[in-house]
């Protein structure tokens, strides 16, 4: 892994990486794949260090945690949403004022037909071959923004529902409920 960090000059990334390490426990390739759709997602959106962005990632893997540490934009407070197709993209929009209900947003993916000029990225993304991060990073940091193709999105922006609390007539519990319903789903099974 050092040897890896060794390579990169780049002050802003490295500064990236030691911020994704602690948190999701080691460069990944993954990992590192959100770190660089992180910095495009920037770049194309121009959002600041601190400004609310809120993130769709279309992976449980590793891209997540990029988003979460470096974006802010985490599962607690409700900035990252997962939805997952099992595909390397993420969907990123800036906070819009309160009221407005869309957003132009950047979707930004993995292209694998890019990815076919680094052999081992391309072996590693395609699951073709066994390839260590230590192989696969390597190429990433070559390739940079070359691998990866985005496009302007809408978004629909979700206005905030009221919240209602309701003690679930069974357990006595407070839940947080949706509808008209009476009884908690732990209860209800659903
Ligand atoms: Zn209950």
Redesign the pocket.
Known sequence: MDKIIKQITDPELISKIEQVIPFHGYLSTGAFIGIQMFNIAKDVLGFHDGERIYVTCETHNCIPDAFQVLGSATIGNKGMRIMDSGKMAVVVNKQVPMGVTSARGIRIYLDPLKTEKYPKLHAWYLNTEKIPHEEAIPELLKAGADVYSHEAIDITVPLKPAKYVKV?G??G?CFVRHGEEV??S??TGT
Request: aromatic residues 12%; neutral net charge; proline residues 0%.
């Open positions: 679930c069974k357990c519990e009884f908690c732990t209860c």
